[in-house]
């Protein structure tokens, strides 16, 4: 995989929006997975910025959900669908037609899930997926132990995401649901491009063990050394427990392209 440190999360979130930018411009009906959380929004900032400049145009992008809350509401506005719409679609002016997301409120959530799983196959699959990482390693919600072969499907959330995530729900974690869908990490693996933003020091050691430990599904992140095209872009403080920081820094500096990703 390919390494990229960066000042800081505005300058990750620039060359992520860049690499969506020319993306869209060589497949205008590019489908872009994205990620909910904080650490996607200077991303969505800078493309919607972008959009406003008109220096890329997302009339006919189309948007895939990673994961969602079962049991919250889709008009709940912590449900993923609720957020999206609030920091990605509506700031770059994509109608509801051009999104797909899980049923987090379907009576069969595990049909729902294979029905999702389908759509994505069925939608040409996605171009490029935009990832965040838990401490613990996850991604989507494919929290620690989860096969690294699995489908879309229904994750219990470890007490740990949803103190973390009890941010978003007036800080009481009683209100954090136990339960999401996840496009499970073999879904994952089938985007063709995968870009994982990690920022601050609290995911130093997810990122190290993601990069530099061996492929195991204790650190579910470490699947991205599986996939030809991964990219894991950090600031210095997520950065910092990285052995060979100097040489992933050499190495991008000395990119025989385009200084993109
Ligand atoms: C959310 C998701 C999660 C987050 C992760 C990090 O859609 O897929 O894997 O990316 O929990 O969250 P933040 O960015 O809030 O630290």
Redesign the pocket.
């Known amino acids: 995989m390919e390494v990229v440190i960066v000042p800081d999360a505005k300058a990750g979130g620039e060359l992520i929006a860049e690499a969506m930018a020319q993306l869209l411009r060589r497949k205008p009906d590019a489908l872009l997975g994205v ?6 929004l200077p991303v969505y900032e800078a493309l919607a910025a972008k959009v406003r400049s008109e220096a890329v145009d997302t009339s006919r992008a189309r948007i895939a959900q ?2 969602e809350y079962v049991g919250l509401p889709a008009e709940h506005p912590e449900s ?1 669908r609720s957020v999206l719409r609030r920091e990605v679609l509506e700031p770059l002016g994509i109608g509801m037609d051009g999104f797909m997301g899980p049923d987090g409120t379907a009576e069969d959530v595990r049909a729902a899930c294979e029905a999702y799983d389908r759509a994505l196959s069925a939608a040409g699959g996605v171009d490029l997926q935009l ?4 401490t613990d390693g ?4 494919n929290e620690p132990c989860s096969s690294l072969a699995s489908r879309t499907r229904i994750k219990t959330l470890t007490e740990q ?1 949803r103190i ?2 009890a941010r978003f729900f007036d800080d009481d974690i009683e209100q954090v649901p136990h339960h999401v869908i ?1 496009q499970g990490i073999g879904t994952i693996l089938e985007a063709r491009h995968l870009v994982l933003l990690a920022t601050g020091a609290g ?1 130093a050691d997810a990122i190290a063990a993601t990069v530099e430990g061996p492929v195991a599904a204790i650190c579910p992140a470490t699947a991205l050394q599986l996939h030809p095209h991964a990219t894991v872009v950090v600031d210095e403080a997520a950065a910092s427990e990285l052995e060979l920081a100097g040489y992933y820094r050499y190495s991008y500096a000395h990119k025989p392209d385009w200084q993109g990703i």
């Open positions: 990620a909910t959380g904080s650490t996607p990673l994961d993923y990832l965040g990482i838990g996850h991604i989507g919600f995401t973390d995530n996840t995911k």
